[in-house]
């Protein structure tokens, strides 16, 4: 990540932004219908860091507590133009009523604008994604032909709707898993790889690779390698573009990345955690074949091991049984179940044990963080902040990092790093909650 400039050369957020979507299902219309919503005040858009989030600035004495969004030069959701590409010809309308996330009258409240969203054919490949096929997608022919054309939908896109900037948002399904290889070390063993059709190439990555051509910010919300490859994060570096992903923290995994820090900030012990879901929607189906659900099963898994540490703390966590499931269970559609059984030490070693039922709504918790990441990786390009976007972690399961960096998966720590990054931008002082000087005759600081 390059460094952050002054508040004065931060770039204001005129004109229209456009968010392009890979991806048009539920999470994709769920965030879509939910803005229009909201711009008519028909709801409210809670979930969301910058339209619902306030920020500490300076001395708990001076009570400067600021929204967000009057903090730092977002664009207004009345600014924000949507489009994108799926394999289904379903208007936005029409796909989210399908997706069966929002009420019918709140869809029937928006429809018209949603109507207007279509998407525009998808480059597509069933060797990554089993278990779907659609009639949208571009014909294929050569990798570099559909990157071509990827591109042009992107200028199209910009100029059609008058666009300022643009971001984009991998909203689409999960990819199998695929493990980083030599394509993917470098930008000139990339461009090659592009020009030779090869196979290790996912549409995931070829949309990742033409936003970041054409100096568009990109984020991942699904947990396929996308843009997590040094080809791309150079060639990001290289156009001025951010980039973040990967796989958007949600339910269960927000849940452990809150409860987890809490027990060992206590030094009470874990022995097991056991995590188990039943959810019934596309992507629930997509991820029942074992393929695709590798790629969520890396994803998810790694987020104790980071926070918990047993390497430094044998005897609490040395022993710990960490296994995560899903199941694919139709009757439930969006509106997952997820079982957390955390079995825990205490004084003496002596066994207690936690558990959770989240009765959530997957793509309502997706949502928000559409819409955080968007206006962030925006602000981000306006403030000349390229690559790797690490202060976004806050938002994903399997955050991207500097190489050799481990990730951070505290959420606490998570949105201390974005609050002190967007306080740094706006060239206020960090603050470190350290607070001797309440208590001593020195000047006061930022405690
Ligand atoms: N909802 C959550 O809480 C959550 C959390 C983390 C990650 N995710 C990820 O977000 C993604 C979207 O989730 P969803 O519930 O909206 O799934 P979904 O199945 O409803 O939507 C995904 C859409 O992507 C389309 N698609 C697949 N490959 C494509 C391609 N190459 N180009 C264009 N479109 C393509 C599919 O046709 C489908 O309409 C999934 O990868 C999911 O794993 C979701």
Not at 21 to 27: D, E, I, Q, T
Not at 63 to 92: K, M, T
């Amino acid at each position: 990540m390059s460094n952050p400039p002054s508040p004065a050369s931060l770039r204001p957020a005129t004109g229209k932004l456009g968010i392009l979507l890979p991806g048009m299902g539920a999470v994709a219309t769920t965030f879509i219908a939910g803005v229009l919503a909201v711009r008519k005040g028909l709801a409210l858009p809670i979930g969301s860091l910058t339209q619902m989030g306030s920020i500490r600035l300076g001395q708990r004495t001076e009570h400067r507590n600021p929204f967000l969004r009057d903090f730092v030069p977002l664009s207004a959701v009345q600014d924000l133009v949507f489009g994108g590409w799926d394999i289904y010809e379903d208007n936005c309308y029409q796909a989210a009523r399908k997706a069966g996330v929002l009420s019918p009258d709140l869809l029937e409240s928006v429809r018209e604008d949603l109507e207007a969203i279509r998407p525009m054919p998808a480059v597509f490949d069933p060797g990554f994604v089993s278990r779907i096929s659609g009639p949208n997608v571009k014909p294929s022919t050569s990798k570099r032909a559909l990157v071509e054309a990827l591109m042009e939908d992107m200028r199209q896109f910009k100029q059609r709707e008058g666009c300022d900037r643009l971001v984009m948002i991998w909203c689409g399904s999960t990819e199998r898993y695929l493990p980083p290889g030599a394509v993917h070390e470098s930008l000139e063993a990339l461009e090659r790889a592009i020009d030779q059709d090869h196979p290790d190439l996912p549409p995931g990555m070829l949309y990742a690779y033409a936003a970041l051509r054409l100096g568009i910010p990109y984020a991942n919300g699904a947990p396929n390698l996308s843009c997590d490859v040094p080809a791309l994060v150079e060639l990001a570096r290289k156009t001025g573009a951010p980039l973040a992903g990967k796989d958007f923290k949600t339910g269960q995994t927000l849940m452990k990345t809150i409860v987890a820090p809490g027990l060992k900030a206590r030094s009470l012990g874990i022995s097991g955690w056991f995590s188990t879901n039943i959810l019934g929607n596309r992507d629930g189906e997509v991820l029942d074949d074992p393929d695709n659900f590798r790629s969520k099963e890396v994803s998810k898994l790694g987020v104790l091991e980071q926070i918990l540490e047993p390497e430094r703390h044998p005897e609490l966590y040395g022993e710990l049984y960490h296994k995560v499931r899903i199941e694919y269970y139709p009757p439930r559609g969006d509106n997952k179940e997820g079982w957390d059984n955390i079995d825990i030490t205490g004084w003496l070693g002596y066994p207690m044990q936690i558990k959770i039922d989240f009765l959530c709504r997957d793509s309502i918790l997706a949502a928000p963080l559409v819409l955080d990441l968007a206006l962030f990786l925006d602000l981000a390009a306006r403030a000349g902040m390229s690559g790797v976007q690490e202060w976004l972690s806050f938002y994903f399961k399997s955050p991207q990092t500097a190489p050799g960096l481990y990730a951070q998966h505290d959420v606490f720590i998570q949105r201390e790093k974005l609050m002190n990054t967007l306080r740094h931008l706006m060239g206020e002082t960090l603050i470190t909650h350290l607070g001797l000087e309440y208590y001593s005759d020195e000047p006061a600081q930022n405690a």
